[in-house]
């Protein structure tokens, strides 16, 4: 699929999709303990004298929860709740090593879907024991405290379970509704961390929006409002894959709707699910017919399988489409499928709207797409490929991408030399840069550019060519451990940059002045819609 840069994570939190999979499936496998509640059990703390008692007793206590119907797991640093949570960053990795940690309990009850978390201390005295114990409710994140005993035994087995069968009798309804653990508390407390999630958001701190959003969707797991802002953060961390899973939930929630079969198509697109893209865009056509985002979805997914020819045909279809929504709607948003840029066209004429797409297009870094819709504009109208500004503006856009392929592509062989990664790692993401330096260079191959600047046009196909050349020769060092081959390498990216920059020099000479690069933004980042007219 030809897509702009994809966004880096913004926020410390990942999908947690597997991971709260993983630990649904083992931890609600039994019907009636899901249905009396889950808990996190942390360590019971002591003074170190009485901890073999405190060991007893966090044992004993998640024993009985067990047997009493309840969902009930240890919290320790090595457990694999933990290590499975650590890996996928809803907690520091440092935790791992630490002995207390009750203060993550809050992501960690979100990640593994527990409705509360039991804490607390116990202080041995002559003839009792006391368990000073909290309840912390997941979603609320309300607590209550709770003051236990038991007599002293000699066998301090005997007293861990006196202890044990207090702490179940204690979590009666109304200590759950404390900490709002009970369904309608749950479904309340929702509302309150959606609007945290909100505000997140607004301040683009999406990791901590990501956390509210699952914790709201803890009370209240159908709400679709829920579901699409969870999504939305998802996809503005970079987990696109996460954003199918809770697009998919939505679907299923509201199967008629055809603007979440949009969407969903939309987050398939982005997560490299283009088949399921071309499913979810054609269940939407079925109610929004020649819609012009379900078309160029559908362009989109057919193009990423190979279906070219079909690919084309939807593209024809959404050509025909422009002018008649030129000024109804006044704006046309989501044109750039899974962007949240909106294309203004309500003053610009129907012929003029494949340049200002062109446009729009390159502005978002969406190259290959730019450059057709340009092309298309100046066939249609009878003129020159190009006019010269706008091959400046193409070139711009082009040196950018190749700066970064290259820099991307030092980067990693000095990696791959620190032992950052290894050698079947290296390879495949030295594949993915030579793929996208072998776009490059027959994307500018087949542009057609004036007289004037055929010149400095051809370095940069030169340019191109050699840069993909050089990650060749540096996918075989990382395939045979030729160190020629890295040495040809590195000869063909110092060619590269030389060439490039004669083409930018000839370029500034032959239209007698220093060309300034055209904006770049990254696709679906927040930027403002795009004016037409506004980059020249």
Same mark, same amino acid.
């Given at each position: ?29 039994a019907g009636q303990a899901a249905a009396k509640g889950s808990l996190l059990v942390f360590p019971l703390k002591s003074h170190w004298l009485s901890q073999p008692l405190a060991e007893a007793a966090t044992a004993a206590v998640s024993d009985r929860l067990s047997h009493a119907g309840y969902t009930a797991t ?230 990423? %399988?190979?279906?070219? *020819?079909? /690919?084309?045909?939807?593209? @024809?279809? $959404?050509?025909?489409?422009?002018? +008649? #929504? =030129? ?14 840029v909106t294309v203004q066209l309500s003053d610009v004429p129907p012929e003029e709207i494949g340049r200002e797409l062109g446009r729009f297009y390159l502005a978002q870094g969406y190259l290959a797409q730019g450059v057709a819709w340009l092309l298309s504009y100046h066939r249609q109208g009878g003129r020159p ?34 032992? %950052?990664?290894?050698? *079947?790692? /290296?390879?495949?993401?030295? @594949?993915? $840069?030579?793929?996208?330096?072998? +776009? #490059? =260079? ?95």
């Amino acid at each position: 699929m030809e897509y702009g840069p994809v966004n880096r994570r913004s926020g410390r939190w990942r999908l947690s999709s597997p991971l709260l999979f993983i630990l649904l499936l083992g931890l609600a496998s039994a019907g009636q303990a899901a249905a009396k509640g889950s808990l996190l059990v942390f360590p019971l703390k002591s003074h170190w004298l009485s901890q073999p008692l405190a060991e007893a007793a966090t044992a004993a206590v998640s024993d009985r929860l067990s047997h009493a119907g309840y969902t009930a797991t240890q919290v320790f640093p090595k457990s694999p709740v933990v290590q499975l949570a650590a890996s996928e960053e809803w907690i520091p990795a440092a935790a791992l090593e630490q002995d207390d940690l009750t203060t993550y309990r809050e992501p960690l009850g979100v990640a593994t879907g527990a409705d509360a978390a039991l804490f607390g201390d116990i202080a041995e005295r002559e003839t009792e024991v006391v368990l000073h114990l909290t309840l912390s409710g997941t979603v609320s994140g309300q607590e209550t405290t709770l003051e236990l005993s038991a007599p002293r035994e000699a066998d301090q087995s005997a007293t861990a379970a006196a202890l044990a069968e207090k702490v179940v009798a204690a979590l009666t309804p109304a200590v759950w509704a404390q900490i709002r653990a009970d369904v309608q508390g749950k479904r309340a407390a929702a509302a309150q961390r959606y609007a945290a999630g909100q505000a997140a958001m607004a301040a683009s701190m999406y990791g901590d929006a990501l956390l509210n959003f699952e914790a709201a969707l803890l009370g209240d797991p159908t709400n679709r409002t829920y579901l699409t802002s969870d999504a939305a953060a998802r996809g503005a961390l970079g987990d696109y894959s996460g954003a199918v899973v809770r697009m998919r939930s939505l679907a299923a929630v509201a199967p008629s709707d055809a603007e979440i079969s949009v969407q969903l198509g939309n987050a398939a697109l982005r997560a490299g699910r283009p088949a399921e893209a071309e499913a979810a865009f054609l269940g939407a056509a079925e109610d929004l017919g020649q819609d012009p985002r379900v078309v160029e979805g559908l362009a989109l997914a057919c193009k990423a %399988q190979g279906k070219r *020819e079909r /690919a084309q045909e939807y593209y @024809q279809v $959404l050509v025909g489409l422009l002018p +008649a #929504l =030129a000024n109804s709607p006044p704006t046309l948003p989501g044109l750039l499928a899974n962007s949240d840029v909106t294309v203004q066209l309500s003053d610009v004429p129907p012929e003029e709207i494949g340049r200002e797409l062109g446009r729009f297009y390159l502005a978002q870094g969406y190259l290959a797409q730019g450059v057709a819709w340009l092309l298309s504009y100046h066939r249609q109208g009878g003129r020159p490929p190009y006019d010269d500004a706008e091959y400046l503006d193409i070139a711009a856009s082009l040196d950018e991408e190749s700066s970064g392929i290259a820099a991307d592509a030092q980067g990693l062989l000095a990696g791959r030399e620190f032992g %950052q990664s290894d050698d *079947e790692q /290296a390879s495949a993401r030295m @594949q993915a $840069l030579h793929d996208r330096s072998d +776009a #490059l =260079a027959t994307l500018a191959e087949r542009m057609q550019v004036s007289p004037l600047l055929d010149p400095a046009h051809r370095y940069r196909v030169l340019a191109f060519n050699l840069l993909n050349q050089s990650n060749f020769e540096a996918l075989m060092y990382l395939q045979t451990n030729d160190s020629d081959r890295q040495k040809r390498s590195d000869l063909l990216r110092d060619a590269f940059q030389k060439s490039r920059d004669e083409a930018r020099a000839l370029a500034a000479g032959l239209m007698g002045a220093e060309a300034a690069p055209l904006p770049q933004a990254s696709p679906g980042s927040g930027h403002p819609a795009y004016v037409p007219g506004a980059s020249e």
